[in-house]
């Protein structure tokens, strides 16, 4: 049966009232919370407490919660900023200073720290279908490379620097490309292309102060419409082909070119030596006949046979074979004098050499038969000389 059913006889078990069966009602909060205040006070060493501090923690222990809580604040505000970055720091969301790489600290709930990284080498690219000057469409694609050097402006200069920037290098591609021809951008004028959008870039995004840097610009690739392609290819093939065979030209010029003036130079010196030997024979002529001069005036005949003796040896001298004319004869007297000489040499079996005295002998008196002894003796004496001197 319940505590508080009717018919309890009286006996009402209320769980609020003491033994005693006194009605004391529910407890009192104010009482439950200045035990328990006690209890706590009582850990921390305080001792009784004062009549008019009901309710409340003593001051020691909220100085230790203060303290513990400082503690734990300023510990939190302990960071540290990588070598490649930059720290931003922002108090009350307006910027303050920049934090070099290190250990650093901020004040919690009042600091914020954005990294920056400042040595990465970031990229972007622009693509897309353009009109050229000559109302041609290509398609070409550029890749940017950037580097941040103002973090401060990098973050608060725009919204967003690399959107902006991106903006920017499709203006510029676009810009270069309308005033360019497409011959241009597909073969020899590439690089004048790039450098002048690296330029225009430059230009665009230096009113924004984006704190950004550009490092490189390349032109990745430029190509024609599908539809188009295969004449473009044919052209540009053709156009190689042109500086090709061009390359080549000058190529050969400069090497014939050299051979060439070689030869002339050749052809010069040797008309100069010529020139200086003809000159220096001819003085020597001069130089002898002046000599033989008074000479002749002396001895006219003696001298004339002399010269005319000299020429005939001369002449002589280089053949083999002698033809003699008698004086009052209608014969011509021919000596064949190489093959006498083989056949001695072949009667003998011994290799080529000079006439024996034997040999001459006989020959002279073969001639003696023919011939006078004074034409014999000069003839063989002359041949003997001749033969002597080229063996020698």
Do not use: C
């Not at 290509?138 to 620097?161: C, G, I």
């Not at 002898?288 to 040896?313: C, D, G, H, N, S």
């Amino acid at each position: 049966m319940a505590w508080n059913e009717p018919g309890n006889n009286g006996n009402e078990k209320d769980p609020w009232k003491n033994k005693g069966g006194k009605d004391q009602g529910p407890p009192d909060l104010d009482e439950v919370f200045r035990k328990y205040g006690d209890k706590f006070n009582g850990l921390f060493g305080g001792g009784k407490k004062s009549s008019n501090s009901n309710g409340n923690l003593s001051g020691a222990a909220i100085g230790f919660v203060l303290i513990i809580a400082i503690v734990v604040w300023a510990l939190s505000g302990i960071y540290t900023v990588k070598e490649a970055e930059r720290g931003v720091v922002l108090r009350f969301g307006q910027f303050h200073d920049v934090a070099l790489p290190g250990l650093r600290w901020k004040m919690t709930f009042i600091d914020r720290i954005i990294p920056v990284d400042v040595e990465a080498v970031r990229s972007l690219s622009a693509s897309g279908f353009m009109l050229t000057e000559d109302e041609n469409v290509v398609s070409v694609e550029f890749v940017v490379q950037y580097r941040v050097t103002e973090p401060r402006n990098y973050l608060f200069s725009v919204t967003d620097a690399d959107h902006s920037l991106q903006q920017a290098l499709d203006s510029a591609l676009r810009y270069v490309v309308g005033h360019a021809r497409m011959d241009q951008i597909l073969t020899r004028g590439r690089e004048v292309i790039r450098q002048q959008t690296w330029d225009e870039l430059n230009k665009i995004i230096e009113p924004y102060n984006l704190g950004l840097v550009l490092t490189d610009v390349n032109f990745k690739d430029a190509r024609p419409p599908l539809e188009v392609k295969d004449a473009f290819d044919d052209a540009i093939a053709a156009q190689e082909d042109e500086q090709r065979f061009i390359r080549e030209a000058e190529a050969y010029a400069r090497e014939i070119e050299p051979r060439a003036r070689g030869q002339v130079t050749r052809m010069t010196q040797e008309a100069e030596g010529y020139k200086e030997r003809v000159t220096l024979e001819a003085q020597g002529e001069i130089a002898r006949f002046e000599k033989l001069l008074p000479q002749y005036q002396a001895a006219k005949e003696v001298t004339r046979k002399r010269l005319y003796i000299e020429a005939m040896e001369s002449v002589l001298g280089n053949s083999s074979k002698v033809l003699i004319d008698v004086e009052g004869g209608n014969n011509m007297m021919y000596l064949p004098l190489d093959k006498i000489m083989q056949q001695t040499q072949s009667s003998t079996n011994t290799p080529a050499q000079l006439p024996s005295s034997t040999d001459i002998q006989n020959l002279r008196t073969q001639m003696n038969n023919t011939l006078g002894n004074s034409q014999v003796n000069s003839t063989i004496d002359r041949f003997k000389s001749d033969r002597y001197s080229n063996g020698r």
